[in-house]
C-alpha cells in the first residue's frame, strides 16, 4: 500500500483545494474560506521516554483546525509516517465532517511519529502516557477543549491509558472521563464505538441504495445483494465495514488488500478468517481461502461494483486513478482520493461518496460517548423498563380486542425496550440519513454542483461560516 507517486500538492493543499472548488461553485465569499481552512493551532511536543535502557525522543502533534464549537475532536493516530502537514490535513476533515454530521464539535487531529509494532505494551503504554501528559500540562488535553479518539495504530487501549493519565493529573474534575472517547465500554466507553466507523459505511451505502435515482448514477443497479466489493485495509474500519456488509446486506467482498498484497475470492471471502490469519501470521500470504496477489496496487484496480478504501490516505492518485475499475467508491478512510484523482474519476463518472460523510460513524458515536460521560448515566436507563411495561400494555390490549394470542417472537419484540447499543446504533443510522439528505438537497437546490464530494463540503462550509458569522468574524452567509 505504498504511496509513493508523483501529486503535485501535499495532502493539506488537496484537501484546501477541495474548499475552494466548494466555495466556487456555491458562490461562497473566497474570504470566508480563507478564514475557515486556517488552523486555528498547531502544537509540536518532542519528548524523552526510557526504552530498553535507553533514551529515545518521540515526536508528536495535536492540530486543532477549528474551535467554533468545542471541544475540538478528532483521532490520535500512531504511525512511522506521521507529520505535520498530515495531521493539518486530517484536523480540516474532522472540520468539515463534524459539522456536515451535525456534530457540535470543533475540527482537530493528532499524531504520534512511531511504529507501534516495534514496542511491548508496557514500554507503549509509556510513551502514551507520556504524550497524553505533554499535551494535557499545554492544554491540549481535557473534556472541555480537546478530546481525542482511536485513529490509525492506536485502540480502546490507548484511549484508557489517556484517560488514566489525565485523571492522575487532574483528580477532581468530575468530567475526566470525557476527556478522550472510544474507551473500554467498562472504562466509560459506550458500546458501539468500536465498530461505529465500520457500521457507518455500512449505514453510508444501505442508504445510498434507498436511492434509485442515485444509484443510477454510477450504472450500478438494485440494493447492495450480490455486489462485489473490494475493501482496502482490514484495520478496525475496514473490517467492520465488510464484516456487515457480507453477514447483513449479503455483498461479496472479492478481494481484501492488505500490506503484503491481497486476497481474492470471486464467491466471497470470509472476512472474519481474513482478519484472523492477519492476525496471527501479520499478512495475508498464504490464507487458504483465496487466491494470492503479491501487488495489492493492482487488486485496487480490480474490476468490481464498490471499492472501499479504508488504510491510509492519497491511496487512489494521479496516477492509478485512470485504471479504477469500480463504479462506485466509499471512502471508509479519511482522504484516500487525491484531489487530481477525485478530478481524474469525475471526469471518468465514477461515483465517490466522500470520507466527511462516509466515515463520520467513528465521531458521532464518540459524541455520544462524549455525551453520556458529561451526563454520568448510560443511555436508556430511564426509559428502559418503562418502554418494556408499555409494549406489554400494547401486547395485551391488541391481544383481547382481536381475541388473538399473539405468536411471541412478535410480542418479544413489540416488549423490548431499547439496550443502549439499539440507541447508539439507531442514532448512528439516522445522522447518516440525515447527512445524506442534506447531500441530496443541496445538489437539488444547486444544478452547477454535480458531485457528492462538493455538495457535502458546501454544506459544510456554509455551516461553519454561520458560527463564525454568529461569533462576528465572517460577513453574513447568502
Ligand atoms: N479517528 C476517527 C476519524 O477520523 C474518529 C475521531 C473521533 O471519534 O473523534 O473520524
Not at 474551535?67 to 505535520?84: I, S, Y
Amino acid at each position: 500500500m505504498s504511496n509513493l507517486h508523483r501529486e503535485s500538492m501535499s495532502f493539506r493543499e488537496g484537501v484546501d483545494r477541495m474548499v475552494d472548488r466548494a466555495t466556487l461553485a456555491a458562490g461562497l465569499d473566497p474570504n470566508t474560506a480563507q478564514i475557515i481552512k486556517a488552523s486555528s493551532a498547531v502544537l509540536q511536543v518532542r519528548f524523552p521516554v526510557r526504552v530498553r535502557g535507553g533514551i529515545e525522543v518521540f515526536t508528536g502533534w495535536w492540530s486543532v483546525h477549528s474551535t467554533h464549537r468545542l471541544p475540538a475532536k478528532g483521532g490520535l493516530r500512531f504511525a512511522p509516517h506521521v507529520n505535520q502537514d498530515e495531521t493539518e490535513a486530517l484536523s480540516a476533515l474532522m472540520s468539515y465532517k463534524c459539522a456536515l454530521a451535525d456534530i457540535p464539535f470543533g475540527g482537530a487531529k493528532g499524531g504520534l511519529m512511531i511504529d507501534p509494532s516495534r514496542y511491548s505494551v508496557d514500554e507503549l503504554r509509556e510513551i502514551t502516557r507520556h504524550f497524553a501528559q505533554e499535551l494535557a500540562r499545554r492544554g491540549f488535553l481535557d473534556p472541555a477543549t480537546n478530546v481525542p479518539a482511536p485513529d490509525m495504530g492506536t485502540s480502546a487501549r490507548e484511549m484508557a491509558w489517556i484517560a488514566d493519565t489525565y485523571k492522575s493529573l487532574y483528580p477532581e474534575d468530575v468530567n475526566q472521563d470525557a476527556c478522550v472517547t472510544g474507551k473500554p465500554v467498562n472504562r466509560g466507553g459506550i458500546p458501539g464505538r468500536t465498530e461505529a466507523t465500520g457500521k457507518g459505511v455500512q449505514l453510508a451505502l444501505q442508504e445510498y441504495f434507498r436511492h434509485p435515482e442515485e444509484v443510477a448514477k454510477s450504472g450500478l443497479n438494485d440494493g447492495l445483494t450480490g455486489k462485489r466489493i473490494v475493501v482496502q485495509g482490514l484495520g478496525n474500519v475496514g473490517y467492520h465495514a465488510a464484516k456487515f456488509l457480507a453477514e447483513e446486506d449479503q455483498a461479496r467482498i472479492v478481494a481484501i488488500i492488505e500490506r503484503d498484497g491481497a486476497v481474492i475470492n470471486e464467491a466471497g471471502l470470509n472476512v472474519h478468517d481474513v482478519r484472523q490469519y492477519l492476525a496471527e501470521h501479520g499478512g495475508v500470504k498464504g490464507f487458504s481461502g483465496g487466491s494470492y496477489q503479491e501487488h495489492g496496487s493492482k487488486v485496487l484496480e480490480m474490476d468490481c461494483d464498490i471499492l472501499i478504501p479504508a488504510a491510509l490516505e492519497s491511496q487512489i492518485h494521479a496516477e492509478n486513478a485512470m485504471h479504477i475499475q469500480a463504479r462506485l467508491i466509499a471512502e471508509g478512510a479519511n482522504g484516500p482520493v487525491t484531489y487530481e484523482a477525485d478530478e481524474i474519476l469525475r471526469r471518468r463518472g465514477v461515483v465517490m461518496l466522500p470520507d466527511v460523510w462516509v466515515n463520520a460513524g467513528g465521531v458521532t458515536v464518540s459524541y455520544f460517548e462524549w455525551t453520556r460521560n458529561l451526563s454520568h448515566m448510560r443511555f436508556g436507563r430511564l426509559q428502559r423498563r418503562f418502554d418494556e411495561l408499555r409494549g406489554q400494555n400494547y401486547a395485551s390490549a391488541l391481544e383481547q380486542m382481536t381475541d388473538t394470542e399473539m405468536p411471541s417472537r412478535l410480542r418479544a419484540e413489540i416488549v423490548r425496550g431499547a439496550s443502549e447499543l439499539d440507541l447508539v446504533r439507531s442514532g448512528l443510522d439516522d445522522t447518516m440519513r440525515a447527512a445524506f439528505a442534506d447531500i441530496r438537497d443541496t445538489l437539488k437546490r444547486n444544478p452547477e454542483i454535480q458531485d457528492y464530494r462538493t455538495a457535502a463540503y458546501v454544506i459544510a462550509i456554509r455551516k461553519l461560516a454561520q458560527s463564525y458569522h454568529d461569533l462576528g468574524l465572517v460577513e453574513a452567509v447568502d
